[in-house]
């Protein structure tokens, strides 16, 4: 029932918000939503323990073997608090950001989250299909509205991309369903079905194709760069923050379990396209000028680091993604906020025309630091149990093991790739203090020129947020044990499902 | 039955209507009024009222996926003339006769989607086509309305001369025009089943307008008054196409081994030219009449499975295909500019059309929550449980990913381009028309059982 509530508040109240005119009034009703959203979300999981509360089931559309059927296991309900925290943090730090057609605005990004919901719940694959593509949606109308000079084209390769992605895992969907005991497209039938090795390869490859763009991984990514500097930074936070989760958790939901032996066959290839995407991102991270772009990259990087983990398949491993979904969804909403308002007050987004930013606004610049060394996992800020967890479970994986010959001709085995690519990834790690270091010393540090000399007086909005977002690294950073106590479970059936190594000889 | 008979007297009755009444709103009422009453008697049939007895021999057949389709054409026709009618009269002075020969080509729908005899399919095409050549050619005074017509008619009685010619040959080697005569014969003179088989197979191909027999369609479509383009892109297009899966349903369900590459072949080569052309067109006229080959090439997927979910498919693919296009076409006449930029800030002039069109060509485009997802759904799906020619379902979805390029550069022209697009004039009516339209394509990619449940009860 909370599920469905859960969707139910941002989908009515959007709608309602198209009709509402004036600039203020729709920006309240927009904050007294997502509020009401999260005060929904949090009670609901606080007070309810059974399962039952966050099982509903109706009919749909009986002949096709598809019901409206939304479950939440743990996972669920971490990346539900997420959708749900995030937006009042969205909302309220765009605060001063004008829009045009404001109405239009927040109906859409409430209807984004609607969908977004509604992605992380469903528990039927065509339900999961129709919520992925309402999510789809409203992002693209968000993008092409508000944004930079190219916004259009842009956003148009955006869609046509994960448009792509999307029919291709409908294919797979389809393939599934013809397989299952009784044709139905319920997740638990999804989970009993019998499909012969060489469909689940294809199967495999379409699903993780549409799951691998949306994330995005090593080399459907060139999308993901461009769509995050030409948008508005409200709709970037929700894209980055929340909509790229969607691939991670997708995978997680329905690629790991339903799959495992393709999984399996797999795992190495999509590793190497992780490592190589971490390297490569980070690479160019470090080239960028433009903060945006920047962020952009390091985003690559941590997801291809996630997305590794998975396929690692590593009990301690995929609680470390599970927990690490969550802290990259708060961290990069935290860099983007910072970012909007640099370039709101200063007009520019270029590091090499700032500097000096921390003797003319101290508070900006603690906030930043905080927020930049969270997202370079150092201890004590959040991202350091969910990347310390995700390493491990890379390091002692048995995932990759195994004989393989490349070119029919080159034969290895890939015993110790597990520490391989701990050690590449691990490079990733490296380079992302050298990126994220040498932005701080950049912006922050150095001479204050014309431009960074007035400084910028943080708005109250601005810090309460930033407040907030400091507050859950730290705690999450230091204590993090009610998340990990919550996916536990939601792990445990992963690896039960996906873990195919006894049956396997390496 | 019901509707067969109403259907022709109403057009005489248009006919006559044209000396008794001069003024275009009182022929207007008398044409929305007899597809009310076609509606009627036609829900009647379904709920077992038949108005007329006439023995067929079992020629025809008003079975139940007869009926819902003609529900479905008599709503979408009636839709059509609610909103596009006003549209009919500025194409010359023979309104009544529009309205006439319309009716007629409906009378010619229901036989195609009711024949159990080849005899009543020839009958049927014809009796859509002869008027759909006037339809065409209404523009006098307009050298291109009379080129369409012209080549339409050159290259219809082509094909209806393969059509017989295939008729022929399946006669000459079952001894029958009914259909499951004729399907239960195959064995006795192969040759000349399969070669009739095939020549009644590629001119219904040439009907519905698949590769390569599709040379007319951009033309006709272009040519033809816009108003009209919208009756042949949407109803005559969908009924050619009910005419073709019952031929192969009821007809050749035997041979789909014999025939089945040969579908397959023609929707690849459907979906692939019309798509890739539609990319390059300049104006959204010739840009729909692309889509609707495009659209054609996914309607053929079913033809290519041919089991239930097919059948349910195509009815729902029908109503969704039709209703978003007769909604685009609607909006499109009353434009001056035909053109991708005569779109250009569309949506801040028009805001609720805008907001209609993006619901339309989102279905087209077939993104869910819009009756066009699901109906495209249903094609896969069917396509896919045959487990045969898996390449097919494949390069479906890739060529559906192409089809947005060109759809959503008409949402882009209307929301995000800065242009000197005019307010169009409509009426109040018009408008809440155009947003049941909207509504039911919505309606319909939810809850579709509201029109599947018909087909069994």
């Known amino acids: 029932m909370i599920a469905l509530i859960l969707i139910l508040i941002p989908l009515l109240t959007g709608i309602i918000s198209f009709s509402i005119q004036e600039d203020k009034k729709v920006r309240t009703w927009a904050y007294v939503s997502s509020v009401l959203t999260v005060g929904v979300a949090l009670f609901g999981l606080i007070s309810y323990t059974k399962e039952s509360a966050f099982d509903f089931k109706a009919e749909w559309m009986g002949s096709l073997g598809s019901s409206f059927h939304l479950k939440m296991d743990g996972l669920s309900k971490l990346m539900c608090l997420l959708t749900a925290v995030a937006y009042p943090l969205i909302f309220i730090s765009t605060l001063r950001t004008p829009y045009k057609n404001p109405n239009r605005y927040f109906g859409l990004m409430l209807l984004m989250q609607a969908g977004l919901f509604g992605v992380f719940v469903a528990a039927d694959a065509l339900l999961f299909y129709f919520f992925w593509e309402l999510a789809l949606i409203p992002a693209y109308f968000l993008c092409s509205t508000w944004g930079g000079e190219r916004r259009i084209a842009v956003t148009f390769k955006f869609f046509v991309y994960t448009f792509l992605g999307s029919v291709l895992m409908l294919i797979a969907l389809l393939s599934v369903y013809n397989n299952t005991p009784g044709h139905s497209f319920d997740i638990e039938s999804f989970y009993r079905a019998t499909i012969s090795g060489s469909n689940q390869n294809w199967i495999f490859w379409m699903m993780f194709v549409a799951f691998a763009i949306k994330m995005p991984i090593f080399p459907f990514h060139t999308w993901q760069p461009d769509t995050y500097e030409q948008t508005n930074t409200g709709t970037t936070m929700v894209l980055s923050g929340l909509m790229v989760k969607m691939g991670l958790f997708a995978v997680l939901r329905w690629l790991l379990p339903v799959m495992p032996f393709a999984t399996a066959n797999w795992t190495n290839a999509v590793a190497f396209l992780c490592v190589f995407g971490i390297i490569y991102a980070s690479l160019i991270a470090i080239q960028q000028d433009d903060l945006k772009r920047l962020v952009a990259y390091s985003s690559i990087a941590h997801i291809g680091l996630m997305c590794l983990t998975l396929f690692a398949v590593n009990r301690t491993g995929i609680q470390g993604v599970m927990l690490q979904m969550f802290n990259h969804g708060i961290n990069i909403i935290g860099l983007w906020i910072v970012v909007e308002i640099i370039e709101r007050n200063l007009g520019v987004k270029k590091i090499s025309q700032l500097g000096g930013l921390a003797t003319t606004s101290p508070a900006l610049a603690i906030f930043l630091t905080i927020i930049a060394l969270a997202n370079i996992a150092l201890p004590l800020t959040n991202g350091f149990p969910g990347e310390f967890l995700m390493f491990n479970g890379v390091f002692n994986s048995n995932a990759f093991d195994g004989d393989y010959t490349l070119f029919g001709s080159i034969k290895f085995n890939a015993s110790s790739f597990g520490i391989l690519f701990t050690v590449l990834a691990g490079l990733g790690i490296i380079l992302a203090a050298v990126y994220t270091l040498n932005m701080i010393r950049k912006v922050f540090y150095g001479d204050v020129n014309e431009l960074t000399a007035k400084g910028i007086s943080l708005g109250r909005n601005e810090k309460i947020v930033l407040s907030v977002i400091v507050v859950l690294i730290l705690v999450i950073g230091v204590y993090p044990k009610p998340l990990l106590d919550m996916t536990q479970s939601a792990a445990d059936f992963i690896m039960s499902r996906a873990d195919v190594s006894p049956f396997l000889k390496k | ?457």
Not at chain 2, 97 to 103: D, K, M, P, R, T
Not at chain 2, 132 to 152: F, P, V
Not at chain 2, 297 to 302: E, I, N, T, V
């Open chain 2, 1 to 457: 039955m019901n509707a067969l008979i109403i259907t022709a007297v109403w057009g005489v009755v248009m006919m006559f209507g044209g000396i008794w009444f001069k003024k275009g709103s009182a022929i207007r009422s008398l044409g929305i009024a007899g597809m009310v009453v076609l509606l009627l008697v036609n829900i009647l049939e379904m709920n077992g009222t038949e108005l007329f007895t006439i023995n067929f021999k079992g020629m025809i057949q008003f079975d139940r996926f007869a009926l819902l389709f003609n529900t479905i054409i008599f709503i979408s026709v009636l839709l059509y003339f609610l909103l596009s009618a006003r549209d009919m009269e500025k194409v010359g002075i023979n309104y009544a006769e529009y309205f006439a020969l319309i009716f007629f080509i409906l009378c010619g729908v229901t036989l195609v989607s009711s024949f159990k005899s080849l005899l009543i399919l020839f009958l049927g095409i014809e009796i859509i086509s002869i008027p759909l050549y006037i339809l065409t050619g209404s523009d006098k005074r307009n050298l291109k309305s009379n080129e369409a017509a012209l080549k339409y008619f050159l290259l219809g009685a082509f094909s209806t001369g393969l059509m017989l010619m295939g008729i022929a040959m399946l006669y000459g080697s079952s001894g029958s025009f009914q259909l499951e005569q004729v399907g239960l014969s195959a064995a006795k003179f192969p040759t000349l089943h399969i070669a009739g088989m095939i020549l009644l197979l590629f001119s219904m191909s040439f009907k519905v307008s698949a590769a390569p027999f599709h040379f007319w369609t951009p033309d006709v479509y272009d040519g033809a008054p816009t108003v009209f383009t919208s009756f042949m892109a949407t109803i005559v297009k969908v009924a050619a196409f009910i005419g073709f899966i019952r031929l192969l349903y009821d007809g050749f369900e035997y041979m789909q081994p014999t025939w089945q590459l040969w579908i397959a072949i023609i929707t690849a080569a459907t979906l692939l030219i019309g798509n890739i052309t539609a990319v390059f067109q300049q104006s959204v006229k010739r840009m729909l009449a692309y889509s609707s080959i495009a659209q054609a090439g996914f309607m053929m997927l079913a033809l290519f499975a041919l089991n239930t979910d097919a059948r349910e498919g195509l009815l729902l693919y029908a109503a969704a295909y039709c209703l978003a296009t007769i909604g685009i076409f609607a909006v499109l006449v009353k434009m001056h500019d035909y053109t991708f930029d005569g779109f250009n800030g569309f949506a801040k002039q028009n805001p609720l059309l805008a907001a209609t069109m993006v619901v339309f060509l989102l279905s087209l485009a077939g993104i869910p929550l819009t009756a066009g997802f699901l109906s495209k759904f249903y094609m896969l799906k069917a396509a896919l449980a045959t487990g045969k020619y898996f390449w097919l379902v494949v390069f479906a979805v890739l060529m559906a990913a192409v089809s947005v390029y060109y759809y959503f550069r008409v949402i882009q022209a209307m929301y995000f381009k800065e242009g000197e697009s005019i307010k169009l004039e409509t009426t109040r009516p018009f408008k809440y028309t155009l947003l049941l339209l909207a509504a039911l394509v919505i309606v319909l990619g939810i809850y579709p059982n509201l029109l599947l449940y018909w087909f069994y009860f």
